[in-house]
């Protein structure tokens, strides 16, 4: 369990996390007495950011302090002596900088709606003479996820939205995408709280207003939020998110089925309240001025929001996260790896990869599978092969916590 100090008095990091809002004053406080929070996670006692979240406030890093909190139990912990995944080189479409993140995607932010297109410039931190890379979708959400620490588990006693709501927040503000403010483009979603409706639905409806048609061009804005459900409408479907009902979002046949194609785990969890999704919204105003969905990327989570690619991986996070272990779920994103694991168990040396194989009998993909054995053989990472075809869940063994792995 994490603590940290706020004008000399001992919280939990978890609960801060959590709800934040309820946290304001001492929050407040700290940023205008102190000018910062402690974190006690290791004898460095690195210091915390506190900043502003519209009228809440949130934790975030100090700068280069990452490598000085605990890298086995600390949700700040960054390993500073090596480049953040994705964001090598002036080319790649994710930069992490001292402002915060440089994104590029492959999504237009203003749309020209009538009159000439013009060609377009380079995206901000490109340099003269080179082609910047840029990202989907999807790989931005996985990105997020990862450098917010949410697809690890420290052996929390918990986790909601409001833990994400934080963390997203902390890794959005100050950052950018297509050379526009990220914190004025990319809207996460608050959690629901009685006490600050008003304040939630005030910042919800000013980042709608941000997306609207002006003149000759559209602009667009990204939300990020969990899918709560989708009911039928005249053209297509209405889209519902879980943490407010003021917005009315429309979605065409078309898209919906592609969507529902493309993210088919995340749009089988919608309803579900064992598991979770979490999406990014591309969103625009048709002439009307009716909020259409454009496109989207969806993951599939668990109960505690850990991204899974199948059932059966929600349901071994789920136990995971039930026995307390720790463990990581790596995500793809940008990167170029020869093996992606679905699971690492971290609290045992040395880790242990986890491969979860439901989809035995597909020549491809029984191929892969003699890949990664070999990889895992080669390189001399231990690993755990579970079949669910084959072996009930309850009968996959583990080892203990802090044991010698073979």
């Not at 082609?131 to 790989?139: E, I, T």
């Not at 403010?181 to 709280?193: A, G, R």
């Not at 709560?228 to 009902?245: A, D, H, T, V």
């Not at 505690?304 to 995500?331: G, H, I, M, Q, W």
């Amino acid at each position: 369990m994490a603590l940290i100090v706020l004008n000399g008095t001992s919280l939990e990091l978890e609960a801060i996390q959590e709800d934040p809002a309820r946290y304001v004053t001492e929050l407040e406080r700290a940023k205008r007495i102190d000018g910062f929070a402690t974190c006690l996670c290791s004898p460095n006692r690195p210091k915390l950011v506190v900043r502003a979240c519209g009228t809440s406030f949130i934790l975030a890093g100090w700068p280069n302090t990452g490598a000085e909190h605990d890298k086995d139990g600390c949700t700040f912990f960054k390993d500073e002596r090596r480049p953040t995944p994705g964001s090598g080189s002036p080319q790649d479409p994710f930069i992490e900088g001292p402002d915060g993140l440089n994104a590029k995607l492959d999504v237009s932010l203003t749309v020209r709606t009538a009159g000439p297109v013009s060609a377009g410039g380079s995206a901000s931190g490109s340099h003269p003479g080179t082609q910047r890379r840029s990202a989907g979708l999807l790989a931005f959400l996985e990105y997020l996820w990862e450098s917010s620490n949410l697809h690890k588990w420290y052996g929390d006693r918990y986790r909601s939205w409001g833990t994400c709501f934080s963390r997203l927040s902390t890794h959005i503000d100050g950052g950018t995408v297509n050379s526009q403010p990220m914190s004025q483009t990319v809207h996460v979603m608050e959690p629901f709280s009685e006490d600050r409706k008003s304040a939630i639905d005030e910042q919800f409806e000013a980042f709608l207003d941000r997306v609207k048609r002006d003149g000759q061009n559209s602009r667009r804005g990204f939300l990020l939020c969990e899918i709560k459900e989708f009911k039928p409408s005249k053209f297509g479907f209405q889209l519902l998110i879980r943490q407010s009902n003021r917005a009315r979002i429309f979605v065409s046949n078309q898209l919906f089925e592609k969507l529902q194609s493309s993210f088919a785990p995340a749009w089988s969890s919608i309803g579900d309240t064992d598991r979770r999704n979490v999406a990014l919204l591309v969103l625009e105003r048709n002439a009307s001025g009716t909020l259409n969905l454009v496109d989207a990327a969806a993951m599939l989570l668990n109960r505690t929001y850990l991204p899974c690619d199948s059932s059966y991986e929600v349901d071994l996070a789920n136990r995971l996260v039930a026995e307390s272990r720790r463990f990581t779920k790596p995500l793809r994103h940008v990167e170029s790896e020869a093996v992606h694991p679905d699971f690492v168990l971290t609290d045992v040396r040395p880790n242990i990869v986890i491969e979860v194989y439901g989809m035995s009998g597909n020549e491809r993909y029984d191929a892969r599978k003699v890949e990664k054995r070999r990889h895992y053989v080669q390189a001399g990472i231990p690993c755990i092969e579970w079949e669910p075809q084959t072996t009930p869940l309850r009968d996959l063994k583990l080892p203990p916590p802090h044991a010698r792995a073979n």
